[in-house]
């Protein structure tokens, strides 16, 4: 129902009257009024833990309101919501709560998540200040492997998703994704210049297997990407500076130095619960008691950590909630 905190017009469709209305698509007649409330909802952008406000004019509604609006104006069918997204319809309590979560304060995330014994948070492995500092043989192995599995499983349901007849025309998907694998191994080893990127060379014709297949595409990215990997890997296991484990916590002004005795854990890696890169970061996965949890509470939520980020719950190892800083988004999980 949200994106980004914001309605807009390419997800939201409200129905009124057996009748579609899709921002994007159907112009507003200036004289219906339903019409002209269901325009004004989209402009609505979601903020703070009370309201919506009008980017054009700066009107600020009570989420309450906002509810109030639709029913008065029809929106409601037999107790649903009639707001087609990609999540579909939702009852109006479900909206509400929908709503909430978007704007989550920290103190109802530990509430929420009181049963929770771990959280997590991330930041770039060295700190974005000591390029190249060493990582050992197995952990950059571990890295390495993840991030592989993780692209391929991207891969495979790309290949999944192409219809019979596209797959058809195509070789089995593993013989296919090492079959790539190999070309762009073999074109990085080659050339004396690092190469065009293998994604962009094939979108040119450049490569084995010719332009026309988004699955294709993703394979060749995914085999560029791997190859970036590699190389800093190999600088970092062989690079003689050492930035010791739980250095990062040192740093900032000593803001994370409370978490250092409640450490459970820390792993490297391209890739965590809420997104993959081609730099690598260190997840600290700590304790969650009331001394952690009263460190967590001097941040308004999840979206207001900084430099260390990305807030994780976990219960029994099993993820809970996660949370996107940069990207401003965060899910729920423990229904799952």
Same mark, same amino acid.
């Given at each position: ?46 903020? /703070? ?19 109030? !609006? ?81 692209? !391929? ?12 007849? /596209? ?15 190999? /070309?762009?191994? &073999?074109?990085?080893?080659?050339k004396r210049k690092r190469p065009l990127f293998p994604c962009d060379m094939y979108a040119e014709n450049k490569m084995k297997y010719k332009q026309g297949n988004s699955a294709l595409w993703h394979i060749y990215h995914t085999a560029g990407f791997l190859q ?6 190999? &600088? ?25 005795? !409640?450490?459970?854990?820390? /792993? ?69």
């Open positions: 129902m949200f994106d980004g905190g914001k309605y807009t017009a390419g997800t939201v469709e409200l129905v009124k009257g057996g009748k579609v209305y899709n921002f994007e698509r159907d112009p507003f007649p200036e004289n219906d009024g339903s019409g002209l409330i269901c325009e004004k909802l989209a402009d609505y952008y979601l903020y /703070e833990n009370d309201g919506v406000k009008d980017i054009e004019d700066g009107i600020t509604l009570k989420y309450n309101t906002a509810v109030d !609006y639709l029913r008065e104006n029809g929106f409601i069918d037999d107790g649903l919501l009639t707001v087609k997204s990609i999540d579909g319809s939702a009852t109006v309590e479900e909206f509400k709560r929908a709503a909430d979560f978007e704007h989550i304060t920290m103190p109802e995330l530990l509430q929420k998540y009181a049963d929770c014994d771990e959280f997590s948070l991330t930041g770039l492995y060295d700190g974005g200040f000591r390029l190249n500092s060493h990582l050992d043989r197995e952990p950059a192995d571990a890295a390495y492997k993840k991030l592989h599995d993780d692209l !391929y499983a991207t891969c495979r349901t790309q290949y999944d998703r192409l219809t019979e007849e /596209e797959k058809g025309a195509l070789l089995d998907f593993d013989f296919l994704f090492n079959d790539i694998k190999e /070309e762009v191994d &073999a074109l990085y080893r080659k970036e990997v590699k190389e800093d890997l190999s &600088a970092r296991v062989a690079s003689t500076v050492v930035y010791p484990d739980l250095a990062l916590l040192d740093d900032c002004d000593s803001l994370y130095l409370p978490l250092k005795p !409640y450490v459970n854990r820390t /792993e490297a890696t391209y890739t965590w619960h809420c997104t993959t890169q081609n730099v690598l970061a260190k997840v600290f996965y700590f304790k969650l008691n009331d001394t952690t949890k009263n460190w967590l509470l001097q941040f308004k939520d999840d979206y207001a950590l900084s430099y260390l980020d990305d807030l994780a719950f976990y219960k029994g190892g099993k993820l809970q909630f996660s949370s996107c800083t940069h990207e401003g988004f965060h899910t729920d999980l423990s229904d799952k």
